[in-house]
């Protein structure tokens, strides 16, 4: 509850950046464009099946060349979205982490006197450049954590069923379980480390 509390102006002004729609639609295409090259490669493989059986070789050759340029804009598109995407992310984490920033020392400055005498405007101060800084690891996460997991899961585990429905069940409980227990041991550390510190 106390984390909620402590990320939920954070997060209030992280979603309310119209750029980051823009920005999650770049990571998003970023993120499923590595996939793209497998799929490309079995599409490859059963058209060269498929033209072995059927002796069709003239149409092998004319998808192998459309796959051919496909995998190349592929290619060229992750390079320029490897080149954008630090820059868009820096640039997007600086905006809001000036935003917010203005905006927590607009209300301090704004408090009464007695207000702000029985504050310690030095641990206000703290806390807002604390909550302000944390914008750049928000977006990283976003991008290398969160943005793949939910691109990539429903896509292995829809193949995995197409595969066999019984491994693709196994690997999807084993999934399950995995992030509960992690949660559950996650919290359970975190209460420890807070014991620990408060008897230090």
Known sequence: MNKFKILKPVLKQFFSEKILVFYILIASLFTASWLIPDFLLKTFIDNYT??????VY???????LNLLFILIGVIIFQRVAMILQPKIAYNLSQRLRIKFANKLFDRVINLDYYQLSNKNSGKLVSKINRGSSSFHPLIQILTWSILPFIINAPLIIFYLFTLN???????LLKLVLYIAISLKYSNKRNNEYKFYNKNI
């Open 50 to 55: 498929l033209s072995l059986s059927d002796e």
């Open 165 to 171: 429905k019984f491994i693709a069940l196994l690997l």
């Open 58 to 64: 003239t149409s092998f050759f004319q998808d192998s």
